[in-house]
């Protein structure tokens, strides 16, 4: 089962900013500046802890993940806005 994430960060240092958005890109859709909409299995997710735990300095650097509930839930749908509107996301897998 692949869970919604809400994942958010606040890095200082410039360099590290870039490859943290870097491994980001490669699990969700960017939103705004930094923060990601993640549809993660619990494997991917472990994955990105490690690699981000790898790229943060710990003592200055932050990552908040916030789970929303299975992908496509209820908590997702009832997501509202001011300004422009904001539809989930409608990837899916192709199995070849």
Do not use: W
Not at 47 to 62: A, G, I, M, N, Y
Not at 68 to 77: F, N, R, S
């Amino acid at each position: 089962m692949r869970t919604l994430y809400i994942v958010t960060y606040d890095v200082c240092d410039d360099k590290r900013l870039r490859r943290v958005f870097k491994t980001m890109r490669g699990y969700g859709d960017h939103l705004q500046d930094s923060v990601f909409r993640c549809e993660l299995s619990e494997r991917e997710r472990i994955e990105l802890v490690e690699r981000l735990t790898r790229e943060v300095k710990h003592d200055e650097d932050q990552v908040l993940f916030f789970p929303l509930g299975p992908a496509g839930g209820v908590h997702e749908q009832g997501v509202s806005y001011v300004g422009r509107s904001y539809s989930p996301s409608l990837k899916v897998a192709v199995v070849v």
